[in-house]
């Protein structure tokens, strides 16, 4: 039997900027439901929410204070039960964000763990530091710079936090906390909600707390990164909870190998986000700008598909820059390059997982000044990078590169005031691109990257061969990638110009027969057989 999940796409909102429905610059639920229409027109049956819950927002909803209510800025939790039967009618369901590794500062656990005889010591890591409790317990640097540990003086003692501050780690090693969770998984799913993804699932087990290996980033990393009781634990949240449901889990999973993704997709999660190929333009020295490296990132996607039997597909999220300007070129060829992307996001073999204004083709800024910055990840680069001596010009281009409000920009409605995103006054400034790239706009082109997604959309869900279709590589140079689909004796070719310039093919294309059922093309007959056009896809069923 196929799982609903096998056979649908993800859209993933950003609750806060995707649309705000009471002018406080805030997007919300009832945002959201006003936009339910457009999302089933577009194709898409499963949304994939980052967290409503209650937050005090140092991480944007990343730091939970309550899992059981509802972030007020949001809506109420009637609001969110509205949601998802107001999806349901559209055949839509709605996937929540897990954050377990964390709790906020101000969650009621560890504000009672600072007592030090309080029955929620133990939720969390509490420990006395070196050199007369001075100095924190180890070197462990936290995944946003600086130490892991923080110390408070009325616990007289320091507590982990792998991300900032205000994010303490839960101590997976007490039951307690995994029956907590439990009740979390049950309380929403048994409300109707379709599962969950899971924030860095893959760090939550701290094996040890030994010092780590001296390296730039992330000191501590082998104590806690996939460890086998991260396992065990997934697995017994399966056994006790998931395998109960008709539901589907994704595990964020950065810097996750072939073998641990097979364990962690074999009765503990159903996929795993690997990031390989999104960061595949990263440079060595992270001071120059990012560039698309044309053979990293086939062989990234091919070695993936390849290794794993269903993956979780997908070239942004909240976290990244927009892969337009990544991978394609939004300059001079924003539609081409856009709606080359989304053929091979929608063909590859897994669940493509869409980020809202990534079908529209949206952008990073071009100058968000760091007075307007709102994530705490920019912020910390562009000090860190000031504190080194860097001239201001500088900072600021680096950080562009880490900054996560790229990604979190509101989302493009229309060419009116604040895009169509609010009334108010956005919490984060409208990407300055807005007349150009939005919604509307896209819906009434002729040719545009929007329609493109429609398209494949509906083309995925009418061809059996590109949902469950053998993936099989083939080799070529770096300049194209190109693939078949096999399916009961059915056979898709993909092929598509990675690059700006024409592409001449070789003699075994050139022979090949077949009808196209996709081109983003005008009139593309599979006749063009000797060249691509700039970012030309095609999506070809072989006779
Ligand atoms: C994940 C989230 C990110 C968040 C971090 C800490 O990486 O995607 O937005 O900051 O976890 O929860
Ligand atoms: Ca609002």
New binding site residues.
């Given amino acids: 039997m196929r799982r609903f999940f096998e056979e649908e796409v993800v859209y993933q909102i950003y609750p806060r900027s995707f649309q705000d429905s009471n002018g406080d610059g805030i997007g919300d639920l009832n945002g959201i439901i006003s936009r339910l229409d457009y999302l089933r027109e577009l194709g898409v049956k499963i949304l994939w929410l980052s967290p409503i819950y209650a937050s005090p927002n140092a ?1 944007y909803g ?1 730091d939970i204070s309550d899992y059981f209510s509802i972030n007020p800025e949001f809506g109420t939790m009637d609001d969110f039960e509205r949601l998802i039967s107001e999806a349901k009618k559209r055949g839509i369901r709605i996937v929540m964000d897990l ?1 377990v ?2 709790t906020s500062n101000k969650h009621q656990w560890f504000i009672a763990s600072k007592n030090e005889n309080s029955p929620y010591r133990s939720y969390y890591y509490w420990r006395k530091g070196r050199k007369d409790n001075k100095l924190p317990p180890n070197n462990w640097t936290s995944n946003f710079g600086g130490s892991a540990w923080t110390y408070v003086e009325e616990a007289d003692a320091w507590y982990l936090h792998l ?1 900032t501050p205000e ?1 303490p780690d839960l101590d997976w090693h007490n039951p307690k906390v995994l029956e907590e969770v439990e009740k979390i998984l049950r309380f929403y799913l048994d409300k109707g909600v379709y599962g969950f993804r899971c ?2 699932i893959n760090q939550i087990y701290k094996e040890s707390l030994a010092d780590g290996k001296r390296r730039v980033r992330t000191i501590g990393l082998e104590h806690y990164l996939q460890k086998e009781n991260n396992h065990q634990i997934l697995h017994t949240l399966y056994e006790d909870v998931f395998s109960h449901y008709d539901c589907m889990t994704v595990g ?1 999973t950065g810097g996750v190998d072939f073998k641990n993704a097979r364990r962690f997709t074999n009765e503990e999660l159903d996929m795993v986000f690997q990031f390989d190929t999104i960061n595949s333009d990263s440079r060595k020295i992270p001071l120059f700008a990012p560039k698309m490296q044309k053979k990293r990132f086939k062989r990234t996607l091919f070695a993936w598909q390849k290794e794993l039997d269903w993956n979780a597909v997908c070239f942004e ?3 990244q820059r927009r892969s337009l300007p990544r991978f394609g070129d939004p300059k001079k060829y924003p539609y081409e390059s856009g709606s080359m992307l989304a053929t091979l996001l929608l063909t590859m073999r897994g669940t493509p997982f869409i980020y809202q204004g990534e079908e529209i083709g949206m952008t990073n800024y071009k100058n968000l000044k760091p007075e307007e910055y709102k994530d705490v990840v920019g912020l910390y680069i562009y000090s860190l990078l000031r504190k080194m001596h860097l001239p201001k010009k500088t900072a600021e281009r680096v950080a562009s590169y880490f900054n996560r409000d790229n990604a979190r920009s509101p989302m493009q409605w229309n060419g009116e005031i604040n895009a169509g995103f609010s009334t108010g006054v956005p919490w984060l400034p409208v990407n300055g691109d807005y007349q150009e790239v939005n919604v509307l706009k896209e819906q009434n082109d002729e040719e545009s990257i929007y329609k493109a997604y429609k398209t494949l959309l509906k083309l995925r869900r009418e061809d059996d061969v590109l949902r469950y279709g053998t993936f099989e590589e083939t080799r070529t140079k770096s300049s194209f990638i190109a693939y078949y689909r096999l399916y009961e004796g059915g056979l898709r070719f993909v092929i598509a110009n990675l690059t700006g310039h024409r592409v001449k093919l070789p003699q075994w294309i050139k022979r090949m027969r077949g009808e196209v059922l996709y081109s983003n093309y005008c009139g593309a007959g599979f006749l063009f057989k000797k060249v691509l056009r700039p970012y030309e896809a095609l999506i070809i069923k072989i006779r």
């Fill in positions: 991480d990343y954050v590794n964390h991300f994010q924030d860095v964020e999220n909240h976290d």
